[in-house]
């Protein structure tokens, strides 16, 4: 006996198998070259003329409401993306994972849930790849399996075809919504409370140097897009990623990207290459997407030079480890560093660090904003701000927790109070209790 979500499965992949093959008798028929000539819209009219006059013809019934969604997959399949069309235009989804052609998986609110989107084959799902691909201006074989690049709606794309993807063709999508996240949002969310974000909203005023950590998906890059948001508008800023994300408000943003190597090997610009160059662009802040090499060295140099206020992310379990991490790097630039000379720089460098973690059950926190304030004994000297604990579940097996001042003053308000700020007003946010979220 076959169980029903079998039989659901091949339906699907029937119906895909179908739809590929008016696909291709499409693109056998049509005259590309006239094409040229005609507007999208003539060029749409046509292609679903056409598309509907297939579809009477098939032998298989197929029913009106059958043919009205084939007809609108073929068109979805030639200007659009495919099988998972609907999924790139549904705001809650954040992530769209393709593990073969039999498996599509998304992100909604930071859980994994499947879907019955199914592509007709390893074919279809190649032949979708190239086109995404093509789209981004790169290519993708047997010789280059591995792709990473960005979709014309801003979304990562990132493939990885056989010989090295073992289960076939698989795709990652990570989507950025129209409309981005700001701090209001996290805290109604309850990622922070409202006493942090106005002490981050003062640290980025101020000018303090600050590391964002935490694991894959935990939201780095969403949080420096909102303390971005109150980086005065005079100042110039240069973004520096492999894959653009960030997407500041200020007037004078340089937003640079890395290149990868072309198909002789060469042309390659590596984030170093651009922190390098961006020293020399007169900025006020540098923004590092993620530093995960070479690059931190210069990054931190800028921030020790002048560059005061500048950011990035760093994958880490802990703010602690963070540092680890920065010195780690270092270590593998090939800077011939002792260190003690390590340690004082990054001391000298990082003014705060945040830790944002992803729960179980898909909830992002602020687990930990903690303050660098320079070596004791040659070890950090790392406080406390801020921290988040859980308490256990509720009934449903939510998380129940709550936000913590430690009663730790950071030091670095002794050097805003040295620039006019009046930094007595702002000392009831660090008396130790319990944050209320309101």
Sequence with gaps: ???????????????????????????????????????????????????????????????????????SEIMDEIYGFGPIESLMVDPSVTDILVNGPDRVLVERNGVLESTNIRFADSAHLMQFIHRLV????????????????????????????????????????????????????????????????DFLILAIRGRMNIIVSGGTGAGKTTLLNCMSRFIPDSQRVVTIEETAELSLQQRDVIPLETRLPNMEGKGAVTQRDLLRNALRMRPDRIIVGESRGAEVLDMLQAMNTGHDGSMSTVHANDTRETLDRLELMIALSGADLPSRIARQYIANAVDIVIHVTRLHTGHRRITRVSEVSGLKDGEYRMDDIFVYRINGEDKNGQPQGSFFATGYVPAALRRLAMTGVNVEQYRPLFEARELKME
């Design 134 to 197: 093509g789209r981004a201006g790169r290519r993708i074989d047997e010789s280059s399996p591995i792709v990473d690049a960005r979709l014309p709606d801003g979304s990562r794309f990132n493939a990885v075809i056989p010989p090295l993807a073992l289960c076939g063709p698989t795709v990652s999508i990570r989507r950025f919504g129209n409309r981005r996240l700001q701090m209001e949002d996290m805290i109604k969310y309850g990622s922070l409370a409202p006493a942090i974000a």
């Design 1 to 71: 006996m076959v169980a029903p979500h079998e039989t659901t499965d091949n339906s699907v992949r029937d119906f895909q198998r179908l739809k590929t093959s008016l696909h291709r008798q499409i693109v056998d028929v049509i005259d590309f070259s006239k094409a040229e000539s005609m507007t999208e819209n003539e060029l749409r009219s046509q292609l679903r003329s056409l598309a509907e006059y297939l579809c009477g013809r098939q032998t298989i019934p197929v029913s009106h409401q059958q043919r009205e969604a084939m007809v």
